[in-house]
Every structure is written in C-alpha cells, then in structure tokens.
C-alpha cells in the first residue's frame, strides 16, 4: 500500500565522502534514488514522488503530492538548460512537494514558501548533506543540542529570525521561499519565492481561492483514493469536507470532536453541515473517549523535529483515527492553516494610514471597540517608527516583564513582544536576552510592511506547528494534509485587496464568498468560533499530580533552564494565572521534546 505522509529523506552529493555519510543511514532508508555514478544521491522513506532527466542532463524530483506524472514532468523540463531555473516550472503546480534539481554535480532544493515541506543542511566530513527535517540530519551528523535554541523555546512565542534556528548544533534552516544550491560548490541559498503583488477584488479573489482549494483537495482525493476528513463546525474544516464529498467516489468519513465547554457550539455546526452537505458519513466522538489536554503526555511519541505545544496534543489528535483506518482511510484531510492564511492582518490597516486614511482609520477604530484597546495604547503602538532590528534589541530588555494583555494593540506594530514564564531560570533568560541582541543586529523583516512582515511570520508559524501534528500522525499510520496551506491557496488569498480581506467587521469574508453555492448558507453566516478553554482547565486540574511528576525529574531543569521547585509549586495550584497563561505550553513542549529525542 502506498503511504501519503511526508516520510523523511536526505540529500547527498555525488563523491565518496558523502557516499560513507550515506550508508549510516543503513535500512532505516527504504528507498533511494541514485546519481548517473551510481552513487546514492536521494535515501529515506517518503510516500509519493516523480522523477525526470532531459536531454541536458538535468534531474528533477518531486516529493510529495504533485499533479503531474513522469511523461509530463519531463515535457515540463525538455527545454530546460539550468536546474536553477526549475522554480519556474514547479511554481505553476497545485500541490504540496519538495523540488530536487541536479546538473553536472550542483544540486538544487526547495520546499514550499508557506513553510509546510521545509529543508535542512549541515556539513559532515567536509561535504554538505540536506534533508527534509531537522532531526533525521542531526542523527545523521550526531548533532549535539543548542541549548541556547532550546532556552527560546520557552517564550510563548519566538520572534523572527529565531523561530527558524533548528534546535542542534551545526544544523541550519533554509528559510522558506529560499532555494539550497550546494554540490560543487559551498552552500548558498537564493530567494525563489515571493508574496504576491497583485491586488485584486474580493470577488475575483474569491474566484481564485475556490479553483486553488479545489485543485489542492482532489489532488489528494485522486491520489490517495480513499480519504477521511476532520468536521469541526468551523469554516474551514466544513470547506474542505464539502470539497472533497464532491469528488469523493464514495461516502467521506468525517470526524467530529466535541467539547465539554458547555458554551462551545461547534457540535450543532457539525451536525448541520454533515445534514445539509450530501456525501458525508459523520463520526461524531463521545465526550469520554477524549482525553483532557495535557493526559498522557508520557504516551506521546516521537521523534519530531522542534518543541512546538502541538506536539502535546499527540493523544487528542490520534483519537477516532482507528475507526477512520478501518473505513479504508488512507490520508486524512484537515482544516489547519485557514486561520494562518485567511484572517487578514490587522496591521495592513496601519500601512493603509498614508494612502486611504479614512478607510484605516475607521477600521482601526473596529478593532478596538472590539478589544477594548485605550485610545493612548493604541497610539503608542501606531506611532512606533522603530526599524525591526532595533524594536528586537528592545524586546530582549523586557522578556522577563509581566506579560502584555491578550489581543493588545501590539498587533500593528512587528509582533507581539515576547515573555518567558516565570520559572525560566537566570541563566536561560541571560542566553535568550543574548540570542535576541545577537539577532538584532542583522535582522530583516520577513516583508516591506509590518503587515506583510506579520503575515509571513504568522504563515511560517502556523507551518510548522502544523508540521509537527503530520509528524506525529504519521506514527499513528494515517497522515495528515492540510490543503490550506498549499503554496497556490496561499497565493489566492494574499492576493486579494489588503482592506477587503483584513477587516473586524466579518469573519474570514474571503472563504464566505468563495464558497457560496457550494456550502449552506447557515453556516457561511457563522460568527462565533469555538474554543476548548473549558478542556484546558479541566485538563490542568484533573493532570496536576501527574504534571508535578514531570518537574520532579525535568530534563529541563537539569539543563538549568527552568527552576523545577517553581514549576512544581505553581503545578500543584492549577487555578493561578502563571500557569493558565504564563507560558506552561511551550515549556511543557520542551519537556517532552527532549524526552522524545
């Protein structure tokens, strides 16, 4: 049977130090594709993949879910007389896929520019080798931890460049959007990828956006036959497995989780949508087969390649897919990413302040009659003119400061400043404060805009959490795909007009025009949004003695990152603010990440 995951590989070049490299990989490596040598130049264990070589001597693979077959893939690249210019090809293709290029000796490589499919390099015996994670490379080079990299884990969130820093030693990131060349020569990347220019109306972007999700969705159906689908009640689940009903040859098996917030309607959504939309089998969970947030966070398997807090729902997320294995599921299609790439960013409002006045302004006002943001707040944060590297070096001043209030005006400026809890140790908020002011120095935005610089940022970050979530689905055997994060729906989305997509009076407008006709009208006219806080709390209340346990032996505390007799004290007192909202989930990720490895 053939498997629809992501899988691993690893790149090497074509001489004989790469090729001792290659073989400690062993028979953990199922598959390889070889150099013209006969040298290893592809080895791991992925699912899907199509390969070609023109007449030039150009080899071109594609790993992953791609629409094309062989015969086309070598029509596309017939002509073709530099691997650099394989980007051009590809970018046109609906899909999810790294993109191998080899001519001569020097190799290309790329993943895609939302971040989903992501590449790695280290040198090992003087030779560069790449791989797809972060942590099948480190194993292969027998890369020591970062702990400097390990203490930003603990802030509630990383700012940019930071977050894309692999957590070993010798191990480097290849920022999405760029383009590894390495073989012949020493490793360089080169900006392939970039967000679209074109702004145009809400309803030619809905267009747009309905072709994208449809491409992105049969796509998979296509290719793995029979699929399954989470069933929210939300937007986007809903439209994916409205989506995929309709090309669906059979019944789509279709998973609802609820929760015990008695306040959260994402149940009678659900129930609607799978009454209303024809082709759905609906699956709906008891409340008992669920387990609490942070329940058997021992049971959690790895490896995956960072410590992000998705990696603790690994037993939520795994509930239900033994059912949905036994319908003869194969891949299972998920929601993730709408929020990422559908909730315009507030601060396009603050860009539009020199050219559309009236339109911002009204705007920003929504926000904060929505937030409850004071006028002098809001102000301060508008009239920031500080360049990004410098606002960096500021933040590194303040990690250790009381936490900002949610949703705070902060939202148009950079990014929200970063905090560590309160049990992370002197010496891991030294080394943070370090890795910041060090960063500043050369640091870029991720775009020309601070909105622009807040949407990559946003996208890159939901990407990798959700990478981990298909990294620890694919121990289950059912993988996951998450169509809204292909780089052609991430296209149609962003662009579309900034003000028209970006805006507090309607949720996600975009995805309600796009799929008008094709879902009901009820639930295109959704405005709430449900969340499991309830689960949360209960989760820490019911888990406190088995939590405390952990920080009696943390291998955090051991790396003298975080203070155990702290955490411990806090733990065992569930209802204080620290531990609800100062940070616990990235520590805990923390935690079990370094137990995983």
Same mark, same amino acid.
């Given at each position: 049977?053939?498997?629809?995951?992501?899988?691993?590989?690893?790149?090497?070049?074509?001489?004989?130090?790469?090729?001792?490299?290659?073989?400690?990989?062993?028979?953990?490596?199922?598959?390889?594709?070889?150099?013209?040598?006969?040298?290893?130049?592809?080895?791991?264990?992925?699912?899907?993949?199509?390969?070609?070589?023109?007449?030039?001597?150009?080899?071109?693979?594609?790993?992953?879910?791609?629409?094309?077959?062989?015969?086309?893939?070598?029509?596309?690249?017939?002509?073709?007389?530099?691997?650099?210019?394989?980007?051009?090809?590809?970018?046109?293709?609906?899909?999810?896929?790294?993109?191998?290029?080899?001519?001569?000796?020097?190799?290309?490589?790329?993943?895609?520019?939302?971040?989903?499919?992501?590449?790695?390099?280290a040198i090992e015996d003087g030779v560069t080798v790449a791989a797809n994670r972060a942590d099948v490379l480190a194993r292969l080079v027998d890369a020591p931890i970062d702990e400097d990299? @390990? $203490?930003?884990?603990?802030? /509630?969130?990383?700012? =940019?460049? *930071?977050? &894309?820093?692999?957590?070993?030693?010798?191990?480097? +990131?290849?920022?999405?959007?760029?383009?590894?060349?390495?073989?012949?020569?020493?490793?360089?990347?080169?900006?392939?990828?970039?967000?679209?220019?074109?702004?145009?109306?809400?309803?030619?972007?809905?267009?747009?956006?309905?072709?994208?999700?449809?491409?992105?969705?049969?796509?998979?159906?296509?290719?793995?036959?029979?699929?399954?689908?989470?069933?929210?009640?939300?937007?986007?689940?809903?439209?994916?497995?409205?989506?995929?009903?309709?090309?669906?040859?059979?019944?789509?098996?279709?998973?609802?989780?609820?929760?015990?917030?008695?306040?959260?309607?994402?149940?009678?959504?659900?129930? @609607? $949508?799978?009454?209303?939309? /024809?082709?759905?089998? =609906?699956? *709906?969970? &008891?409340?008992?087969?669920?387990?609490?947030?942070? +329940?058997?966070?021992?049971?959690?398997?790895?490896?995956?390649?960072?410590?992000?807090?998705?990696?603790?729902?690994?037993?939520?997320?795994?509930?239900?897919?033994?059912?949905?294995?036994?319908?003869?599921?194969?891949?299972?299609?998920?929601?993730?990413?709408?929020?990422?790439?559908?909730?315009?960013?507030?601060?396009?409002?603050?860009?539009?302040?020199?050219?559309?006045?009236?339109?911002?302004?009204?705007?920003?006002?929504?926000?904060?009659?929505?937030?409850?943001?004071?006028?002098?707040?809001?102000?301060?944060?508008?009239?920031?003119?500080?360049?990004?590297?410098?606002?960096?070096?500021?933040?590194?001043?303040?990690?250790?400061?009381?936490?900002?209030?949610?949703?705070?005006?902060?939202?148009?400026?950079?990014?929200?400043?970063?905090?560590?809890?309160?049990?992370?140790?002197?010496?891991?908020?030294?080394?943070?404060?370090?890795?910041?002011?060090?960063?500043?120095?050369?640091?870029?935005?991720?775009?020309?805009?601070?909105?622009?610089?807040?949407?990559?940022?946003?996208?890159?970050?939901?990407?990798?959490?959700?990478?981990?979530?298909?990294?620890?689905?694919?121990?289950?055997?059912?993988?996951?795909?998450?169509?809204?994060?292909?780089?052609?729906?991430?296209?149609?989305?962003?662009?579309?007009?900034?003000?028209?997509?970006?805006?507090?009076?309607?949720?996600?407008?975009?995805?309600?025009?796009?799929?008008?006709?094709?879902?009901?009208?009820?639930?295109?006219?959704?405005?709430?949004?449900?969340?499991?806080?309830?689960?949360?709390?209960?989760?820490?209340?019911?888990?406190?003695?088995?939590?405390?346990?952990?920080?009696?032996?943390?291998?955090?505390?051991?790396?003298?990152?975080?203070?155990?007799?702290?955490?411990?004290?806090?733990?065992?007192?569930?209802?204080?603010?620290?531990?609800?909202?100062?940070?616990?989930?990235?520590?805990?990720?923390?935690?079990?990440?370094?137990?995983?490895?």
């Open positions: 049977m053939t498997r629809h995951g992501e899988g691993w590989f690893a790149l090497f070049p074509d001489c004989e130090a790469a090729l001792a490299v290659a073989s400690r990989l062993g028979a953990r490596a199922e598959r390889t594709l070889t150099h013209p040598s006969g040298r290893p130049f592809v080895r791991g264990s992925w699912a899907r993949s199509v390969q070609a070589r023109n007449d030039r001597g150009i080899f071109v693979a594609l790993i992953g879910h791609t629409p094309v077959g062989a015969p086309e893939l070598s029509a596309h690249i017939a002509g073709m007389r530099d691997p650099g210019a394989i980007h051009r090809v590809t970018a046109r293709l609906p899909g999810d896929f790294h993109v191998i290029a080899e001519a001569h000796g020097e190799i290309h490589a790329y993943g895609t520019a939302s971040g989903m499919r992501r590449l790695f390099h990299v @390990l $203490a930003l884990r603990l802030l /509630d969130s990383v700012p =940019h460049p *930071l977050g &894309d820093v692999p957590l070993w030693r010798g191990v480097h +990131s290849v920022v999405p959007g760029e383009l590894l060349r390495f073989g012949r020569s020493a490793p360089r990347t080169v900006r392939w990828w970039q967000p679209p220019r074109t702004q145009v109306p809400l309803a030619e972007g809905a267009e747009a956006l309905r072709t994208a999700l449809d491409e992105a969705v049969r796509l998979r159906v296509d290719a793995a036959g029979s699929v399954s689908a989470d069933l929210s009640g939300g937007l986007d689940s809903t439209t994916v497995c409205a989506l995929a009903a309709g090309v669906s040859t059979a019944p789509l098996p279709v998973l609802t989780m609820p929760s015990r917030d008695p306040g959260d309607d994402d149940v009678q959504w659900a129930r @609607l $949508a799978a009454a209303e939309i /024809d082709g759905l089998e =609906h699956i *709906l969970l &008891d409340i008992d087969e669920i387990p609490l947030f942070y +329940s058997r966070l021992l049971d959690v398997r790895g490896p995956v390649d960072e410590p992000l807090p998705t990696i603790l729902d690994q037993p939520r997320q795994l509930v239900g897919h033994d059912r949905l294995l036994a319908r003869g599921s194969r891949l299972h299609l998920t929601g993730m990413g709408g929020d990422h790439v559908l909730w315009g960013h507030p601060a396009h409002h603050r860009d539009l302040l020199t050219t559309r006045p009236l339109t911002a302004l009204r705007s920003i006002r929504g926000y904060r009659a929505q937030n409850r943001w004071s006028l002098r707040e809001t102000l301060a944060v508008l009239a920031d003119s500080r360049p990004y590297g410098q606002w960096l070096a500021d933040v590194a001043d303040d990690v250790t400061a009381p936490r900002p209030a949610p949703h705070s005006p902060d939202v148009f400026g950079w990014d929200i400043p970063p905090r560590l809890p309160v049990w992370a140790t002197a010496d891991a908020a030294a080394s943070v404060r370090r890795s910041l002011r060090e960063a500043a120095r050369t640091a870029q935005p991720r775009g020309t805009t601070r909105a622009l610089h807040n949407e990559i940022h946003t996208l890159h970050h939901g990407t990798r959490a959700t990478r981990i979530l298909h990294q620890v689905a694919e121990h289950s055997g059912l993988p996951l795909a998450s169509p809204f994060l292909d780089d052609r729906v991430v296209e149609a989305c962003w662009s579309v007009r900034s003000e028209e997509r970006a805006t507090p009076w309607e949720f996600k407008p975009l995805l309600k025009r796009a799929m008008r006709g094709r879902m009901p009208d009820a639930l295109l006219r959704r405005t709430t949004k449900g969340e499991a806080s309830a689960d949360a709390a209960n989760g820490l209340r019911e888990n406190r003695e088995r939590l405390a346990e952990l920080w009696r032996d943390s291998l955090l505390a051991k790396a003298g990152l975080v203070d155990a007799d702290k955490l411990l004290d806090i733990t065992l007192r569930p209802s204080s603010p620290e531990l609800r909202h100062g940070g616990l989930d990235a520590t805990l990720a923390c935690e079990i990440w370094l137990r995983t490895i």
